[in-house]
């Protein structure tokens, strides 16, 4: 089950208030996971999580997903549907996001980098 994820906008951390580029409070479990990349409030790794971590202003997998240009929209009796980036779209919003299961689902956290990487592409 995916937690609900809300993207921040650049607004301060929903979890703990922290503001963009400062650290996150003790505790706080918005931050990714470094050992998975996931949001920590919904990684089961039981690997202890400390909490912590700078608030980026993106929430985990945003930013990758933005990157590899994976976006999904809301149609209605259909649920989330992967879509081309729009690009007359500067902003999303509650129909139109970064595919963040997507992210979640097929790239590969890299624990060394602390980033998410793109699935191989297939042999060309
Ligand atoms: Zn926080
Ligand atoms: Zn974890």
Redesign the pocket.
């Known amino acids: 089950m995916a937690a609900e994820l809300t993207l921040s906008r650049g607004e301060p951390c929903i979890g703990c208030g922290a503001r963009v580029g400062t650290e996150h409070a003790a505790g706080c479990r918005e931050g990714h996971?470094p050992?998975?990349g996931?949001p920590?409030s919904i990684?089961s790794?039981r690997?202890g999580?400390s909490g912590g971590g700078v608030w980026t202003g993106l929430v985990p997998g945003e930013g990758a997903a933005v990157s590899f240009g994976w976006f999904a929209e809301l149609r209605p009796g259909e649920g989330w549907v992967p879509v081309e980036p729009r690009p007359d779209a500067v902003d999303y919003g509650a129909d139109y996001m970064p595919d963040l299961n997507r992210v979640f689902s097929q790239a590969r956290w890299s624990p060394a980098a602390q980033k998410w990487v793109p699935p191989r592409p297939s042999a060309s």
């Open positions: 996971c050992q998975t996931l920590q990684c790794g690997h999580h």
